[in-house]
């Protein structure tokens, strides 16, 4: 049975490492094109690397995607290298974990920048061309602080739940051009996001069980939606 995404040009941000790095493989292994973007250019280069060397098709790029002007020249690119971007993947994020009055505002804004307004940057900039060929699919990697809130995570949640608000609002608005949004909502998953937080990170769960789901919803056959799926640990203390 072929795969829905095989040949389709997939964009993956915050795609060197963590959920990203992992999702980018495995569509890389079920024939998707795809494109790998972050702030630094190693470790998408080496995401990229073992793709290819796996028979796979990977444009890495450095891209601040805070940065509108950096969007549009990496879908400059694209469009010149392969075409039109099909599916993106707002993966991009950042967390600091304080407490509300600790928060400085430079935490604030870098937070609201990296996960709510890079996503609005991408996603508009991807647009347009969806809209002319009437198909596309947008998945918003969110996380379950945009569901419910958590202590020491004022502004973490404030961003997502502005992200889950902003997808909901995108779906309205595309469905009439046949568009997909998806949002997906992980629970806790043992990333580099936990690297200066005290947390028992083997009751997580792993990069690689929520990329097989971010996948999935991305093969589905054109007349499905998965509109959203929360994710958490079977089992366990941990959400």
Not at 22 to 29: I, K, R
Not at 86 to 100: C, P, R, S, T
Not at 167 to 188: N, Q, S, W
Request: proline share 3%; with cysteine.
């Amino acid at each position: 049975m072929s795969s829905a995404i095989e040949g389709r040009i997939v964009w993956v941000t915050g795609s060197g490492r963590g959920i990203g790095a992992a999702t980018a493989l495995l569509l890389a292994s079920r024939g998707a094109r795809v494109v790998l973007s972050a702030r630094t250019s190693g470790e998408i280069q080496e995401v990229a690397d073992r793709i290819r060397r796996s028979g796979g098709q990977a444009l890495p790029m450095r891209c601040d995607v805070t940065l509108q002007a950096e969007i549009h020249n990496l879908l400059k690119l694209v469009k010149s290298t392969w075409g039109a971007v099909e599916i993106l993947i707002n993966n991009a994020g950042i967390a600091v974990f304080k407490k509300i009055v600790h928060t400085s505002e430079d935490e604030w804004d870098a937070m609201m920048s990296a996960n709510v307004k890079s996503a609005f940057l991408c996603t508009q900039a991807v647009l347009p061309d969806m809209i002319e060929v009437q198909s596309g699919h947008i998945v918003n990697i969110i996380s379950v602080a945009g569901k419910q809130p958590y202590e020491s995570s004022g502004a973490y949640c404030a961003s997502k739940y502005g992200l889950a608000g902003f997808t909901d609002v995108l779906r309205l608005e595309m469905r009439k051009f046949h568009i997909r949004v998806t949002a997906v909502y992980p629970g806790a998953v043992n990333t580099g996001l936990w690297d200066s937080v005290k947390a028992d990170r083997s009751k997580m769960m792993h990069v690689q069980d929520i990329a097989k789901i971010i996948v999935e919803a991305c093969d589905h056959p054109p007349a499905v939606g998965l509109e959203e799926v929360v994710i958490r640990p079977a089992s366990g203390d941990i959400n």
